[in-house]
Each structure stands twice: as C-alpha cells, then as structure tokens.
C-alpha cells in the first residue's frame, strides 16, 4: 500500500533500477507518515562510510506527541539494505549523470519502506514524450 509517490523525480529522470530499503525512524515519526505527513520533494539519497543516507526527506510533526518526544523534522535518515545492494547502488552512480533518489514510500508487511530508484536524467524531448503519453492515456480513460 503505497503512502506517498515522488512524482517529481518519476517526470524528472529515467529510472535504470529500483531498490526496497528499510528507513531508520522514530514513533511519532512512524504514526506522522502513516497519516500521510511526508514529503518526498527535493529529497535524496547519498553513501557516507558504506552506509546510505536520504536527505531532505521531510516528516511532519506528529500532533498528539508529547512536546519532550518531539522530532526533528528535517533530520537525516539511514536507509536499510544489505551490502551487496550498497555496492550495486555505488557503483552504478559512479556513472555520469546518475543519481539516487527515493520513489515512493510504503507499508509493507506493517512495516514502513522505502522504494529507491537509480536514476539518469532525462532530456527535454523525454519530457515532452512523458507528458504526452500521459495526455493519451487519460484520453482514453475518457473514452471508457
């Protein structure tokens, strides 16, 4: 069940693979994105002594937390994957041009994930073969 999609980044850039990770966080952060008080914009994710880390990945304050057990929002997060998928992530954005960001953020098995994807950047006619693909498709939603 999927909680928050990162649109931006799926107009932005060619996805060349996707990644599941486990994320690092707090309760009141847990229960603020089970509610749907994330934000995925501008967020991305970087590898710091072998570990990988996601940034900017903005989560709410959770109303009902008592003010001593408030945290912070902008905090950075570590993700969770095993070694072998760090050092595919790692070598893959040694590439030109290619970076990692997160996708979407889910619950799986009642556990919060998420999908991270590297990706290249796309050009500006990719762009314009995205947004008409997208206009086809509701098109024909219409005509159903």
């Keep these: 069940m999927s909680i928050v999609t990162n649109r931006k980044a799926l107009y932005e850039y060619h996805v060349l693979e996707e990644f599941e ?8 952060e847990v229960k603020s994105i089970r509610m749907g008080n994330v934000t995925l914009t501008d967020s991305f994710i ?32 570590k993700l969770l994957l095993t070694k ?4 595919k992530i790692s070598r893959m954005m040694e590439d ?10 889910f619950s799986k098995n009642n556990k919060l994930k998420v999908k991270i994807g590297v990706v290249k950047g796309k050009k500006l006619y990719d762009k314009r073969q ?5 206009d086809i498709k509701r098109e024909l939603q219409r005509g159903l």
Excluded: M
Aim: with cysteine.
């Design 96 to 105: 030109k041009g290619t970076t990692c960001v997160p996708l979407s953020v």
């Design 84 to 87: 072998i998928q760090i050092v």
């Design 21 to 28: 990770a486990g994320i690092v966080l707090l309760g009141s």
């Design 130 to 134: 995205s947004i008409k693909e997208r």
């Design 46 to 77: 970087y590898l710091k002594s072998g570990e990988v880390w996601i940034k900017n990945f903005k989560v709410s304050r959770y109303k009902q937390t008592h003010l001593s057990e408030k945290h912070d929002e902008g905090r950075e997060k």
